[in-house]
């Protein structure tokens, strides 16, 4: 692979003025679009050596053929052109968003004579006003429903809107009371646009003004002996109770913000915005955004924004965000044109901000776990990212079965390993394993143990004549897992198609040694390297890069994640039976004074860093039973 593009722009060509550039392939499709503050330093980056690139970043620029940029006046004019030019060409390798269709909105329809108020997914309602989104679509209903007790518009369609202004017959929800729109005869055009506009008003967030006022009102109502209206005010102001009672208060009764929380990994993120109106949440926003191109957490943030109101009518005043963009200001200028007030945007650092915004990035991630197991849990899913495994590593067959191992240790010591397999893309936990691997530090080396040793079961007979001789040599430092635990273990002589490894290069080749030392080189073997999601195989100079959206690359993922979560659960397990059992050989100490040593002193390395006299201050722990602790515990 030649270390420079050939269409590299020659030294000075780039001018250092603001602007935005497009990759083109050869066939003049748009690969990719960015904006620069400075278009000469931003580029540059992207034809520095192709060794040191980041590995998608690598395969944009070798996908693409051609670069040009445009230099515009201003920031911000970069930050719009961008903007216009990503939603023309929907570019392959800039993030792409889905947006969580399934949730429902509430839209007033103020294009019309008579506004409604109505439950709708349609977001391109001509001149509509749009709340939510909501949880489901009852949860709507339900606000509706309480919200035209307060403020009586209409809810019926337009057709019995229409038919019930031609023959002056109420439509039959007015005759009901479920709809208060001209069409009941009740009210005007005019008085019915007003009920509207405050409708609107208290759904925006101005609900204090209006539960003043209407206690104002039926206190006057009562003092006037008018019982009759001061019950109506009464009602209405109960509705309006029964709104608020649904949200809870989590800003100040004053504060008009949107919170976005995000959690992400190397090749998706997931986005949870939160509408916070008057204070309180009044509805929650969710998209999740597959990346190709490596970004940090700001860039995203920059992307999102752009997405969440390049076309959005409702900017509020103060955007919280996980990290500040680069350009912020030019992102606030931006939202300022369209919202015709100040914008700000800010990092939640602290207080009920901060509380949110843990909240946010709590869903975020709950709905990436959800995004991400979703697909390898479809038969289609799994089909297919089985099929692509096949494709992309060149094996003669589909890998049916697959074991991942990975290495976990604390500095150095306690080193354990984990394997988790993998049957037709779902996981076997009854099949899980753990190892303790003694006098080592190093992980290629402990790769090579575990490999050897597991591989030893498939040449040993006596497990294909019985499940309970299987693994009885090894029982006390395999499975810890309770799936396990207590049972027959099931019998560990059937081949894996493919093993898979946590780490790079220098792991993988361990793990190729150990399938030669073993003789089993008719297994396959490869690799996923974390930090730039890349896939190696024994023998190769360069990774194979898996497509992004690929559902192979999901399932490898969620093996590697797998693993490294079973591996730390032994170790955990092992730290906590390793202190314990030193513990007991001191002369005193029972079970009950263990807990309450390590309940006080929280890990296992404050107490051992304790002095006799911080041992002594925990209850039932007299000077010479604290001394004898430490005195143990120093020489262990």
Known sequence: MADVLPYKPRAGEIPTDPGVYRFRDAEGRVLYVGKAKNLRQRLSNYFAPLRTLHERTRRMVTTAASVEWTVVP?????????????????????????????????AVTLGDEAPRVIVTRNHRIPGARYFGPYPKVWA??????????????????????????????????????????????TVTIEEHRAMVDDFVAFMAGGDERFTKELTKRMLAASAAMD?????????????????????????????????FGIAEDELAAAVQQFVIRGGRVRGVRAMTIEKEIDITTAELVDQVLQRAYGEAADVPRRILVPALPDDALELELWLRERRGKKVEIAVAQRGQRA?????????????????????TSDYIARTQALTDLQEALELEEAPLRIECFDISHLGGTNVVASMVVFEDGLPRKDQYRSFNIPETTDDTDSMYQVLRRRLAYLDRPELEAGPEIALAEEATELSTDPVVQGKKKPR???????????????????????????????????????????????????????PRTSESLYLLQRLRDEAHRFAIVHQRKKRKRDISTVLTEVPGLGASRIR????????????????????????????VLAQNIHTHLSTR
């Open 74 to 106: 201003t920031d911000v004019d970069s930050l719009q052109l961008e903007y216009m030019w990503i939603k023309e060409f929907d570019p392959p390798f800039n993030v792409r968003y889905k947006d969580d269709k399934s949730y429902p909105f509430m």
């Open 227 to 259: 019982y009759e209206a001061a019950a109506k005010y009464r009602d209405k102001l109960s509705a309006i109770e029964a709104v608020l009672g649904k949200s809870a208060l989590v800003l100040a009764a004053d504060e008009d913000a949107d919170l």
């Open 492 to 546: 560990f002589a059937y081949p894996p198609q493919l093993l898979l490894v946590d780490g790079g290069k220098p792991q993988v080749e361990a793990a190729a040694r150990a399938l030669r030392d073993a003789g089993h080189t008719e297994i396959a073997v490869c690799g996923i390297a974390k930090r730039l999601e890349e896939i190696w195989l024994p023998g190769e100079d360069f990774p194979v890069i898996l």
């Open 355 to 375: 509380e949110l915004m843990r909240n946010a990035t709590l869903n975020a991630q709950q709905a990436l776990i959800r995004h991400k197991t979703r697909r």
């Open 596 to 623: 309450t040593l390590l309940k006080h002193f929280g890990s296992v390395t404050a107490l051992r860093a304790a002095q006799p006299g911080e041992i002594e201050e925990v209850p039932g722990i007299g000077p």
């Open 140 to 185: 709507v209903h339900d606000t509706i429903d309480l919200m035209v007790k307060a403020f009586p518009i209409r809810t019926c369609s337009d057709a019995s809107y229409k038919r019930a202004m031609q023959t002056g017959r109420p439509c039959f929800p007015g005759q009901i009371g479920k709809c208060g729109g001209p069409c009941s005869m």
